[in-house]
């Protein structure tokens, strides 16, 4: 097969959760233990750090691996779902996977994917630890797609344990309390493999405390040691921003410039900087020089998309991720300490989220432009824009995300701001994101 026709293989046979949801979704470790023992356990033969959370794994894996990076190591990188190209997903020091290769890996394992019948994660995950094994990476990032106890990433024994957050996503299948969703991010924590805790939550501080004394695995709350704040306050156009960032306490790291520029990545510096410093204790070499160049260059070392990037000034254009309630609150407050004359938001959704609580977060002064990503979950434009309408949230449909972009930078004016997002997918089909240094 071509390359195009390995993609539609892999779109078209194996279920894929981020375009049809639930359908998509295998419960279990079943089918990814088999697809590893057929393989000759290729999870085995690397060392990993394993990120789960519901808001802020990906940006913590990237910071991870630039800061690995920066430090001389082999660095692989396994994150969901992609933007624009499927190879994306897997990367090695910010490379990402080679088309050839995927062809000939499918090729090669097809017979087997046709007897086991796995998910189309479960294919991916299969595909990254085989790589990653055979490139011999020093360390690999390995990225939670949903929940953590039975994902499939989950047949790895990290050296280090990362949990960035809990917030309500994904409820349908894990669960409708925070507890709950805590659970089965809880899962990934192995019996005497430390763990770290991006932000101390009360509300689900005892899931964790149980899980750890249950395996012996020591567990870091990372916001209890470091504490990061913007330097000289919040700047809101600066692709780099200055981050002073204190260990319990004391001075640690003065003016670090920070390469994500969203007011969110404060709450993740504290989980990553400590599980750099379970890292460094098991032997891994982490100067303060590799820390600062890896915070600093993370976009270029890893080629993260879509975490409050500006592609357009006069007017200011933003695009972010951020697709549930507890990500979009920060993003929106951010959006409004923008100085700006009037807000144009372009905004999608999929259709198993709560739609109506996203929209309760949106700002009522703007102008909206709404609209559908091309994937089969996305919540036709015209439904959204009604449910909006009902919320007095006013604009107009469009038929892809490219036209409502289009409308709005049209109708933008130089003092103006424009917002992309609501869902990973509309973010993914801004052309401009893939152009960004």
């Known amino acids: 097969m071509t390359y195009q026709e390995t993609l539609a293989y892999l779109y078209d046979q194996l279920p894929m959760f981020q375009r049809v949801g639930a359908a998509g979704y295998k419960k279990g470790l079943g089918n990814t233990l088999a697809l590893a023992e057929a393989m000759g356990h290729p999870e085995r033969m690397f060392r990993s750090v394993h990120v789960a959370g519901t808001n802020g794994k990906g940006s913590s894996s990237h910071l991870l691996s630039a800061v690995l990076q920066a430090a001389g190591y082999k660095v692989g990188l396994y994150t969901s779902p992609h933007l624009r190209e499927f190879t994306e997903r897997v990367r090695i020091n910010g490379q990402e996977l080679t088309p050839d290769y995927l062809v000939a890996w499918v090729a090669r394992w097809r017979p087997l994917f046709e007897e086991i019948q796995p998910s189309f994660f479960e294919m991916c995950v299969a595909l990254a630890f085989s790589y990653f094994a055979e490139q011999r990476v020093d360390v690999a990032i390995v990225e939670v797609g949903l929940g953590g106890r039975l994902d499939s990433t989950n047949i790895i024994t990290p050296l280090v344990s990362l949990i960035t957050n809990i917030s309500f996503d994904h409820q349908a299948l894990l669960g409708n309390t925070l507890v709950e969703i805590a659970g089965e991010k809880a899962g990934i924590i192995k019996p005497g493999v ?32 470091y504490q990061a704040a913007f330097a000289n306050g919040p700047a809101p156009e600066g692709a780099l921003r200055a981050v002073a960032i204190t260990q319990h306490g004391r001075p640690y790291l003065p003016n670090v410039e920070l390469g994500l520029p969203g007011d969110y990545q404060l709450l993740n510096l504290p989980g990553v900087l400590a599980t750099l410093d379970e890292l460094r204790a098991l032997g891994f070499r982490l100067t303060e020089a590799s820390i600062r160049t890896g915070l600093r260059q993370v976009t270029q070392l890893t080629s993260l998309r879509g975490r409050w990037s500006i592609i357009g000034r006069r007017p200011t254009v933003v695009c972010d991720t951020a697709h549930n309630a507890a990500g979009l609150q920060l993003v929106m407050a951010q959006l409004q300490r923008l100085p700006h004359h009037t807000l144009h938001l372009v905004i999608g959704a999929v259709n198993d989220k709560d739609v109506a609580g996203m929209l309760q977060l949106l700002p009522s002064a703007a102008t909206y432009y709404f609209c559908a990503a091309n994937i089969p979950r996305a919540l036709p434009a015209g439904q959204l824009a009604l449910q909006a309408a009902a919320l007095d949230l006013r604009g107009e449909a469009y038929n892809s995300v490219a036209a409502a972009v289009a409308a709005a930078r049209a109708a933008a004016q130089p ?9 990973t997918f509309v973010v993914a089909e801004v052309e401009e994101l893939y152009s960004l240094a």
């Open 415 to 423: 003092e103006d701001v424009v917002f992309i997002g609501g869902s």
């Open 194 to 225: 430390p763990v770290v805790i991006s932000q101390n939550q009360p509300e689900v501080a005892g899931v964790f405390e149980r899980e750890a004394a249950a395996k012996l695995a020591h567990l870091v709350y990372a916001d209890r040691v």
